[in-house]
């Protein structure tokens, strides 16, 4: 039976256009068990396949008629085609990871088509160095970033001699709970209990013209909020095409806990004072730094402390703060302690709100992206904020598929019109992966600014006397 797609979900689909897919995406590096043999990323492929059982999640896909009443709705596909969506492919000589990135991003530009469900999954051969590699994108509308990682990890053991696991597509089997599983509602249950609670409190209602006016107030004081009116013009904030360029590299946790230990700040500001000062050093290069400080878009998802597994469902749960970069300070210190302050006062100005709010006063902030390329004022009025910048946790420890270990997880993201560059990040094992994702023809050699950021690390570690 057809079922109501939710409103963010709604969004997700009519914004999409051939420039801007809204799809997600992950690239996972797996190392072969020890003695397997030379058919056995064929038959990692095979059990892929064969998962006994597919998660209702991938099965449907939208679906809008008069019987609707124009309304999207999710419908199950009743000619669902597994070899459609699970596909395996090889990279050409000489099988280096730019080889792989390459592929990655030509398979990111494409757009998931609505008559199937909205995914696909690319187990990739081919790396010289004996790895394999998995590449998957699943539609926004289904899935937001931590609950595809969420659902990954669900699907993935800590003990290398478990075999017969499901596919992220398949349905867990009830014998045990994995690894990640900690019960709980899932991401999309958040909006919509609270979306009942608004409906049905009127104190929740009476509090919503408190949070929307000291959101305006913050962003005119030019103050961190889901709201910002002072990003200047860059280079990223014009109209994008549909092709994609994805750079990715990891680096120890270790070293940016290190760094915030001895800043005071924590490791989330440490990610936000790397990818500012790669950004500035990036723009600086190009001639196209502003004087004023670039503002970031920072994903903050809903129900992090109440849930920690991904919904059977899907669904988005997320809500935005604008951070200041302090892309106007060329010390690396003050650039870390002014983002530190940044990220302080948006949290605290979370904190006052319920989820609702938080979703609505994120909506408001969120308005002007989507509206100003609607209305074709691209370049008349400032952009909203400048790129979006998110941080997804991942496992903490070593995971294995059915004895593969799995070596790195690299997350793609949604660059949108207006918003070319996407630096989305995921932790895993003791390394922080961060995944840039650009329209190809607005950031020019994206892969420099994974260079940028290593020497950024460098810088802080200086800065910070380590």
């Not at 209305?375 to 070593?398: A, C, D, E, F, H």
Request: proline share 8%.
């Amino acid at each position: 039976m057809p079922t109501p797609i939710d409103p963010t979900s709604t969004g997700f689909l009519l914004a999409e256009n051939r420039n801007m897919p809204m799809h997600v995406g992950g690239l996972q590096l797996f190392q072969k068990p020890e003695g397997a043999g030379r058919d056995h990323v064929r038959e990692m492929y095979r059990s892929m396949l064969e998962a006994e059982q597919i998660s209702p999640l991938f099965l449907k896909h939208p679906y809008r008629s008069v019987r609707t009443g124009g309304q999207l709705v999710w419908k199950p596909d009743e000619q669902f085609d597994i070899e459609h969506h699970v596909r395996h492919n090889a990279l050409p000589k000489p099988g280096r990871v730019r080889e792989l990135l390459e592929l990655c991003s030509r398979l990111h530009s494409t757009r998931l088509a609505w008559e199937r469900p909205l995914w696909e999954a690319h187990l990739i051969e081919g790396l010289r160095d004996g790895r394999v590699a998995m590449y998957t994108k699943t539609h926004h509308a289904l899935l937001d970033g931590v609950s595809a990682m969420r659902l990954l990890a669900g699907t993935l053991s800590t003990d290398p001699d478990e075999r017969d696991m499901p596919p992220p597509w398949g349905v867990l089997p009830p014998r045990r709970t994995r690894s990640g599983d900690s019960g709980g509602g899932g991401l999309s249950e958040v909006p919509m209990a609270a979306l009942r609670s608004a409906m049905g409190i009127t104190a929740e209602a009476a509090g919503m013209p408190s949070a929307l006016v000291k959101t305006i107030r913050k962003g005119l004081r030019n103050e961190t909020s889901a709201l910002s009116l002072h990003a200047p013009r860059t280079i990223f904030n014009q109209d994008i095409t549909g092709s994609r360029r994805f750079a990715a590299q990891d680096w120890p946790i270790e070293r940016l806990r290190a760094i915030g230990k001895a800043t005071g700040t924590t490791i989330n500001d440490v990610v936000m004072a790397m990818c500012s000062g790669a950004v500035r050093t990036y723009l600086l290069e190009l001639g196209a730094l502003p004087d004023r400080p670039l503002v970031a878009m920072v994903p903050v998802g809903l129900n992090a402390k109440q849930s920690q597994i991904a919904s059977a469902e899907g669904g988005n749960a997320v809500g935005a703060v604008m951070v200041q970069l302090a892309t106007d300070l060329d010390d690396p210190a003050r650039r870390l302690g002014a983002i530190h302050k940044s990220m302080k006062d948006g949290k605290e100005a979370l904190s006052s709100m319920t989820p609702v709010q938080i979703l609505a006063m994120s909506a408001i902030g969120q308005a002007p992206a989507i509206l100003t390329p609607m209305l074709r004022m691209q370049g008349i009025v400032r952009p909203p904020y400048n790129l979006i910048i998110s941080n997804v946790p991942g496992p903490r420890s070593t995971h294995y598929w059915n004895g593969a270990r799995l070596l790195g997880t690299y997350p793609l993201s949604i660059p949108i019109n207006g918003m070319a560059l996407n630096i989305t990040c995921t932790s895993y094992d003791g390394n922080m992966a961060f995944g840039l994702t650009g329209c190809r023809r607005t950031v020019p050699h994206l892969q420099r600014l994974l260079t940028y950021l290593d020497q950024e690390v460098a810088a802080l570690e200086r800065a910070a006397g380590l």
